[in-house]
């Protein structure tokens, strides 16, 4: 059974940092290409951050450019998003995303959510003023 949690979500001034974890169970980890996405209210889910399955190529949307951090330790079964300079726009439920990339390339990774085929339950992040 494929699970993958998050966890780290909660609330922060804006100019803060937090760093959330997604938790992957039921997959090889080391040929998992994953990501972060966002659902703001009122909004549709909005790609945040991928990386390949090796984790040595990332990709980050525009709006958190310069200040996320993506990576993947496959030692741990985990992923993380290093989140800095926290804006008020950057609420949202953040959820995690895998897919298994065995036959794709090293370095390939995904900005598209139909592509992944596993989905975390989310976790909150609220930043205030």
């Known amino acids: 059974q494929v699970q993958l949690v998050e966890s780290g979500g909660r609330l922060v001034q804006a100019g803060g940092s937090l760093r959330l974890s997604c938790a992957v169970s039921?997959?090889?980890?080391?040929?998992?290409?994953m990501g972060w996405f966002r659902q703001a209210p009122g909004k549709e889910r909005e790609f945040v951050a991928a990386?390949?399955?090796?984790?040595?190529?990332?990709y980050y949307a525009n709006p958190v450019t310069g200040r996320f951090l993506i990576s993947k330790d496959n030692a741990k079964n985990t992923m993380y998003l290093q989140m800095n300079s926290l804006k008020i726009e950057d609420t949202a439920i953040y959820s995690c995303?895998?897919?298994?990339?065995?036959?794709?390339?090293?370095?390939?990774?995904?900005?598209?959510?139909?592509?992944?085929?596993?989905w975390g339950q989310g976790t909150q992040v609220t930043v205030s003023s």
């Open positions: 990386i390949s399955k090796s984790g040595f190529s990332t």
């Open positions: 995303a895998g897919l298994e990339a065995r036959h794709l390339g090293v370095n390939y990774y995904t900005g598209e959510s139909a592509e992944y085929t596993d």
């Open positions: 039921g997959r090889t980890f080391s040929t998992y290409a």
